[in-house]
Structures are given as structure tokens and as C-alpha cells.
């Protein structure tokens, strides 16, 4: 029984153990500038377009669904609040995560473990380098940092849409979409939503390193790696929402 | 007992196990600055692990190596990067970064030894450098490839991409340099260019080195031949071969134990039954 188990627990080992040594080397030098500059381009100019296209079309759908609702007990002035608040806590964080984990985890995934097949991860190690230090640790710090200006953006441009459908469907000013979905948010709600895609990155960029760093057994080694990359990092994406929203209702809900 | 500072690399009753198959099974040798070393043995027999195990890529489970005079067998990782630096290391499929150019690839580790002794910002390429730059230009003609500087890795053939691999292994001047398998998989002809150069490298920095091969006529070439810098060719070693045959020692592993060690000559007249067998079936 127990044995079953093994692969398991050392496996959680070893992705705690990268991830110690990924954050340790933030403190440490040397650092690698110019990798995470390239990495911050990477991941987060090459995934803005799309980021910005699924955010504009959540914002949309969710004007669109709302507005029906509301319009029956002729509360559609509150569509801005409602797309408002679903997009900055929720849907804002969740849906950009997933797009970027799709995008990078996969990405860093494959990178990773193709240098992992070709020997050049053992290269990079006799000729000096720490790979850990040299690749994941860039990896990481770009993806935190980025995901959560993503998010932002994303957040902004969804709330643009929901103004789009208000405005031309529901007829509601410029001031009145604007006015009641930025009023509605407290700072509790901006900071949850800026903690979670920083989480996100965390899992995302981690995740990613990890299953690279691991790939053995050639190409096919390489693709199931970045199979497990993606599919594990969106499946935290969600498990970890639910808890940190959890964990934030227990810690601000209003008495 | 603890080697002199001179010595460059000790293994001292060295065993490392993956499963229940030894890769490598008590193996003890040390090696002198100028020497030459030859390892061989069938695939499997232990001798990449070996290399692996000298500067610290694997952990053996007993025994204990020392590299440049220091204990590396407890070494941390982090202590082992300095050390590494000054070791040349031409992997097995060449080891080449495919997403650097030619010349990004024979400057990396100029860089990354600059990096690590002035823990400066660290920098991913070495354009602007004109020292880095003259440097890489230099080492590439020294193998021949200087037309190549800005081309990717996969465009150059196997033979090519070996010698951008003895290149980037050799452009910090180490005092040791490991070959492995430098000559696999290439035609005869090729694998002559190669061993030229490995010979120009030895002889004309008097570099230790080690060079792991499963070709007999490999080793028989950097035991007898020397690099002539006059003619640019390699050449049988002038007073007979007793003076490359001194430094030059031949290892042969057998399932991850050390069945032999010895000069050439002595080599050929071993009755160890794998060694001779070795030998009749390599052609020597």
C-alpha cells in the first residue's frame, strides 16, 4: 500500500525542494537580468493580445447574461457592479492564469525538458552554471511579476466589454456603468485580486520547471511533460482559488 | 590518505549503484598534470558515468574523488560550480545549447566564469565584448569552424557539431579537459579531424586529459602521435613511442569495474581475457 504512495510523496519532495531552491536564489547571486527581462517578454508581451481578447469576451458574455436577469426585476443599472465584481475577484484572476498556464507552463515545460534529453541541463551544470539558478528562478520572478500586471489589464479591458453591452443594450451612461462598478469594489476585493494571479504565477512558473527539470525518456518524454505541466498547473489554478477565497471570506467577512 | 595538490584527479575506491546494477565498482586511479588518459570498455561498461562522477554531475555512493587536489565528494553543488569552471567537458552528444548561436555557445563559458567571479549582473550573451569576442574568433579557427560563428547548432553536421563542442570546451583554457566518446558515430575520416584536434589541444597547452572511446585506434593515436605546430599535422612522436606511451595511460572498464590499467604495450600484452578480446575485435 504504501508503496503505491512512494512515487507520490518523493515526487511532492522534489517540487518542494526546487521550489526552495528557486526562491532561495532570488537572494542570491548572480543574478540573471537579461533572462528574466527575456522571460517577462516571453510570457507576458506574448500573452497579452490573447489575454486581452478572453477578457474582453468575459466581460461581454457577462453583461449579456446578467442584463437579462436584471432587466426582469429592472436592476440593470447594477450590471457594472456585478461584472465588476466577478472579474476583479474571480473570473479576471482564474480565466488569465489558465490562458498563461496554457501558454507558458507548456511552454517552459517543453524548453525545459528538451534540454533535460539533450543533456544540455548536465552541460549547463559542468560548465559552471546552476541550472536552477540560470532557468528557473528568471522563470518564476518574470511570471509573478507579470501575471499579475496581466490580470490587470485583463480585469480592465473585461469591464470595457461589460460597458460595451451596457451602453449600446441596457442604454446606460458612460458615468453610470463606471461610477457603480468602481464604487462597488472595496480594496479587500483588489487586493484578493491581485494575490491570486500572483499565487497563480507562482504554481504556473513552478509547476512548469518542475516537470521539465524531471523529463527522461526523449521526445516523448518531452510531450508527456508538458501534458502533466498544464494539466497540473490549471487543476491547482482552481483548487486554489477555492481555498484562498475560502480563507479570504473566513478572514474579511463583514460581521 | 589525502593525494599532493598537484595531483589532478583521484578516485579512491569509487562505487556507485543504480538499482542493483554497479555502474561503477571500486575504481581507484590518479592522474598527473600533462597526463593522458584513455578509457575503454563496451557501452555500459561505466566509462561516461565515470566522467560524470569526476567533476561532480553524480554522486558516487562509497569511495571518495578528489579533483584539482580538493575532496569533491561532499562537496555542495554550489561549491562544485567554481571547480567546474576549470574543467573542459565535450559531452557524448555534444551538450551544444541549440537555442545559441555557434558563437553564444563557445562564449558561454567565458561568460558565465566571469559571472561567477565577479557575481556581476549576469548576461546571456557576450556581444559588446570585444576580449569575449576575439576569443571565441580565436578558438573557433583553432577548430577549424570560423565561418560558422552565427549559425545554430542544427545546421552544422555531426562532426561539426563536435568540433563547436571541443570549442566551448577548451575556450577557458582548462587544465583538464574530458572527451567523451569524442569520435561515436563518425565516419573514419571525420573521426581523425577530431582526434587532430584533441591531440593540438594536449600537446600544445599540455592539457591533462581524458578521453573515453570504445575505438582502440583512438587511443593508439594519443598514445603514439603528437601535434606538430610547424606542419599543422599530427605526427608520430618523434624518439620512438616510449615518450608518449609514458604519459599516456589506457583504462579498461568492464560492468563498471577497472580491469585494467597500463601503458600501451602493456596493454597489448595482458592476458586478461576481456581486454584481449577487447583488442582483437578492435582491430589492434
Redesign the interface.
Known sequence: MLDILKPAVEAFQDFVLLSVRAVRNIFR???????IL?QMDVIGVGSLFIVSLIGLFTGIVMALQMARALTIYGAQDQVGQIVSITLVRELGPVLTAVLVAGRNASGIASELG??KV???I?????????PIQ?LVTPRLIATAVVLPLLTIISDFIGLAGGYFIASTMLGLTFSEYWTSAWQVLEYNDLAQGLIKPFVFAVVIALVGCFYGMRTSGGTQGVGRSTTSAVVSSSVWIFVLTAFITYVWNRAFAKQ | MTPSDSTILRFEDVSLHFGATPALDHVSFEMQPGQTFVIQGAAGSGKTILL?VA?G?VRPDSGRVWLFGQEITHLR??DL?????R?G?L???G????SLTVAENVA??LI??R??HH???????GNGDPAIEERVRETLRFVELEETLDKFPNELSGGMRRRVGIA?AVVTEPALVLYDSPTAGLDPITAYTIISLILKERDQRNTATIMVTHRFQDGHLMANFRYNPNSGQIERAAGGSNSGQMSTKFLVMNAGRLVFEGTESEMQATQDPYVRKFLRLGGA
Not at chain 2, 560550480?81 to 569552471?85: E, I, N
Not at chain 2, 557575481?119 to 550573451?125: E, H, L, Q, T
Request: glycine content about 8%; hydrophobic content about 35%.
Open positions: 547571486s548572480p543574478h540573471y537580468g537579461d533572462d527575456i528538451s534540454m539533450t543533456e544540455q548536465d552541460a549547463m551544470r559542468a560548465l559552471g552554471t546552476d540560470k | 560524470k567533476v554531475l553543488e554550489q560550480f567554481d571547480l567546474r569552471t574543467v567537458i559531452f557524448q552528444e551538450g551544444l545549447f541549440d558561454y563559458p558565465n566564469r559571472i561567477l557575481a556581476v549582473k549576469g548576461s546571456s550573451n566551448r
